[in-house]
């Protein structure tokens, strides 16, 4: 069965390190000498409090962690830092019930971005800044951090990382696991604080420049301005975060090769990589090509906003410069098909990823060739790596199972009033962690406070399964996870 005590070790050590993240907040909110010091302060001595009764629960506990276990732990602990972190919404007032806080939480740590929230201008800056945060510290994994500051406490962290790891990783980048996230946390630091200092440069305060910059690097999207980046009315910035979010949506294990390798030639050789570039550029392009013909935008705006929307949704950002619920439904389908193919595999973008794409149509096409040829052998090779059949199987489970959450959500969304258009697209914005929505009833651009309390708790849970590929949720609610062999 489930080892507890293990369990109540690592949460603590885990809560330990939330705790810690919010001390910058308490800080910010001391110096601004606002209404959020005293929620902030509590929120930071209850989650301490906890996390050493957890400790002291585990004490004694081995650190050797079975499959079962990483799978019970990594969504536990999501789901914890979401009920801790909701904390500072609920005792300062700024979210008035459990259901919309916690929702707005788990959007921040899962990157998905959709808020609750009417009016974000009027939160005082250390609530501000823990809502990035929480887009900052999920973007490459709560517990994949633990694996690179504290090793000891998760000896079976190959297991966690497999739970909580984005896309089909299929190789180590250091020979360790814990040099492996060191090294895809360096990317991550430098890529903020590179996207801080430009925006900085291109004219954002200091406040608002740290806190686009981890969301931006998050591809997560939340904002200290209602109108998001287009609250700024710059080319520069938006030029800025299309860059950045593109980046933050590469692999970073390629990333890390390019950067501090020097195997850039490699980075434009790997298929994912193209595929996910052709989808940006091609997307644009068709946007581009309607906003000209119906949307009366000159040639260099129309370039801009489109490149920036298909951007932000293809890496599942969902930070906006343009309200997208105003154009032409044929960009809808563009956008939502960014929306679903996300980014590349171990970044920090969500959606089906580019990975999988890539792998699935080279399945389409040997189908094809093998109704011509039915003896024929053909390997499904990506990147000169043999796709076994049963990655095939996988991919093509996690496939179905990603239609089927988001034909649940959007049926359940039905039932209750909620627009067509509207519900596939929150459904698909859920499970792809990226925030925005299309429709006229709840735009790009509006929160989704309207929405029923128990949708939203549901649309909380897709979020996690989504950030969590889906079977690391799924597998717990099976009889066999509870089975003592």
Request: hydrophobic share 55%; aromatic share 14%.
């Amino acid at each position: 069965m489930i080892n507890t005590k293990l369990i109540f070790k690592i949460l603590g050590a885990l809560l330990n390190i939330e705790a810690a993240f919010m001390l910058p907040c308490l800080i910010l909110s001391l110096l601004y000498r606002e209404s959020d010091m005293v929620p902030l302060a509590v929120t930071v001595g209850v989650t301490v409090a906890v996390a050493l009764l957890l400790r002291f629960l585990g004490r004694g506990a081995s650190n050797a962690l079975s499959r079962r276990d990483a799978y019970f732990l990594v969504t536990f602990v999501w789901i914890a830092f979401a009920a801790f972190g909701s904390l500072p919404f609920l005792l300062g007032g700024y979210i008035s019930n459990v259901t919309d806080a916690f929702f707005e939480t788990m959007s921040g740590l899962t990157t998905t971005g959709a808020t609750i929230i009417d009016q974000v201008e009027g939160l005082p800056h250390g609530v501000l800044m823990w809502r990035s945060l929480t887009q900052w510290i999920g973007g490459l994994g709560i517990v994949f951090f633990t694996i690179a500051v504290l090793p000891s406490f998760v000896g079976g962290s190959i297991k966690v990382f497999a739970a909580e790891a984005t896309g089909p990783i299929q190789s180590k980048l250091q020979p360790r696991l814990t040099m492996s996230a060191k090294a895809l946390w360096g990317v991550y630091l430098v890529l903020t604080a590179g996207c801080a200092l430009c925006f900085f440069l291109f004219g954002m305060s200091p406040f608002d420049a740290v806190n686009y910059a981890m969301t931006v690097t998050a591809t997560g999207g939340f904002a200290t301005h209602d109108a998001s980046t287009g609250y700024f009315n710059n080319p520069a910035i938006d030029y800025t975060a299309i860059v950045f979010m593109f980046l933050s949506g590469v692999s970073f294990a390629m990333l890390y090769a390019a950067m501090f390798k020097g195997q850039i030639k490699n980075l434009f050789k790997n298929a994912e990589f193209r595929f996910y570039s052709i989808l940006a550029l091609s997307s644009t392009a068709i946007i581009t090509a309607f906003l000209l013909r119906f949307n009366d935008y000159s040639v260099s705006d129309a370039i801009r906003v489109s490149l920036f929307q298909v951007v932000s949704f293809l890496t599942t950002t969902g930070m906006f410069n343009e309200d997208a619920a105003q154009w032409h439904h044929i960009t809808w389908v563009v956008l939502s098909l960014c929306m679903f193919f996300g980014g590349c595999a171990g970044s920090t973008a969500g959606g089906f990823k580019c990975a999988r794409g890539v792998i699935a149509l080279k399945i389409m096409r040997n189908e094809i060739l093998q109704r011509l040829h039915p003896k024929a052998i053909l390997p499904v090779k990506v990147n000169n790596s043999t796709v076994h059949s049963s990655g095939q199987i996988t991919l093509m489970a996690f496939l179905m199972v990603y239609f089927v959450l988001c034909f649940i959500a959007y049926f359940t969304m039905i039932l209750v009033g909620v627009d067509s258009t509207n519900s596939f697209t929150i459904a698909l914005s859920c499970v792809s962690n990226v925030g925005p929505t299309l429709g006229l009833e709840i735009g790009p651009t509006m929160s989704w406070s309207v929405l029923p309390m128990f949708v939203k708790w549901i649309l909380s849970m897709l979020m996690l399964m989504g950030r969590l590929e889906i079977f690391t949720v799924l597998v717990i609610f099976t009889p066999a996870f509870w089975r003592n062999n």
